[in-house]
């Protein structure tokens, strides 16, 4: 109760969730010695895929006994995930005794949520000098209150796709303007770019780029991956082939993923072995990125029918989403839930083999769109229903032997999901 009433005065701070601009977190920085400073990052920018790949160069820094700080948002079921130190959550006496005392130095100044948060995360990452910083940018990032380093290691541009277009003035509401606000403020050091969804998103991020000093790595150019038989995929750059085991996470799309996560590490030459890659790819810890339940009251719920858990909330997501469901030969039943600034259609538009559609609300989530309203927009969409909660859109639906049931649509609704489960 007392963590939630310190984040409560945090979210007063500011009449507006989000009001782009680095004022106000570079004042506050100030105060507190300027922690950012002094700490050892790699930035990670883009859409789709920031997670997935924290998550990678994470697990293969512990392999390779590295100790590392994490910022990443949002959160799925509770806002410790977004600050890990000395590869571990803060438990809840942690963040508020962190909270408590930048707080009272901001002084009851104007700031946003995620000013105040990520004021904490620099606040107490710079305790641990030596440690690797894994930071995620949160929106668009140039002005983004991440993007206040001064240096980095390395900077990474994860797959970029139109998203949160609500932000972006009338007639800016471009993919050109995304990348833009993504990648024009990128730090002069190392800059790794995954694979792009197009040629012409890839050659729009270079020509954006093109004056920054970094030494830069492509996907496809610099570094590659190949998926073999038998179980492995071969990656390759200019210090050889690797050939790994398959991840333990689900999907191809997660192997570019994992590749741009190696070619950073590799390229930033922290004395990380085969051997650390290999097993680190093995042990990623990966929650909502197409995540499958075996246990728990909801899953009892579909019985030995698999059950996936995917946050994906926008088009270039459900592209990959749906590469994956593709290669299963079973029925699919997507139960989906959504934001009301998503482009709902265009998400849905790429599920073409689908048994059975539900919509649902998201509960605790005064911004999303209903479930009554998401479903007129999936009319045309053939054995598409509605229902209130997630327990009432399982149960109804009448499975088969080898049926498979999809959550999506939204990471609020993957949170909801799992603190239900």
Known sequence: MKLQK???????????????????????????????????????????????????????????????????????????????????????????????????????????????LSACYFYKAAQYPNNINLIEAGLFHRFDATNILRNNLASIVCSISKDHLDWL??????????????????????????????????????????????????????????????????????????????????????????????????????????????????????????????????????KNNRLLLDGSHNEDGSRVLNEYLETLDCRKHVIIGMMANKEHEKYISYFKDISSLTTIDIPNQPNAISGKELKKKFKNIANVQFKESIQDAITSIPLKENDLILITGSLYLSGEFLNLN
């Open 6 to 116: 310190i984040l409560n005065q945090l979210q007063k701070l500011h009449p507006k969730e989000i009001d782009l601009s680095l004022d106000r977190i570079l004042k506050l920085c100030k105060k507190l010695g300027n922690p950012q400073d002094r700490i050892k990052a790699i930035s990670v920018v883009g859409t789709n895929g920031k997670q997935s790949t924290i998550n990678a160069l994470f697990s293969i820094l512990k392999e390779a006994n590295f100790k590392c700080n994490v910022y990443t948002s949002p959160h799925i079921q509770k806002i410790n995930e977004r600050f890990i130190f000395n590869n571990k959550e803060l438990n809840d006496d942690e963040l508020i005794e962190l909270f408590e005392e930048v707080e009272k130095i901001n002084g009851n100044n104007p700031l946003t949520f995620f000013e105040a």
């Open 169 to 302: 003035p009338k007639g800016q509401q471009t993919i050109e303007k995304i990348i833009f606000e993504k990648t024009s403020a990128l730090l002069n050091s190392n800059i790794i770019v995954s694979k792009q969804n197009s040629k012409e998103t890839t050659e729009c991020i270079k020509k954006t780029i093109s004056k920054n000093s970094s030494e830069k790595f492509f996907f496809n150019e610099n570094f590659s991956y190949l998926i073999g038989k038998n179980g492995f995929f071969y990656y390759k750059d200019k210090f050889g082939e690797l050939k790994l085991p398959l991840p333990n996470i689900l999907g191809q799309f997660q192997l570019e993923n994992i590749s741009t996560a190696i070619a950073a590490l590799r390229h930033l030459n922290l004395g990380i072995k085969d051997n650390d890659i290999k097993n680190g790819i093995t042990k990623i810890e990966s929650i909502a990125r197409l995540q499958e339940i075996k246990s728990g009251k909801l899953k009892a719920y579909v």
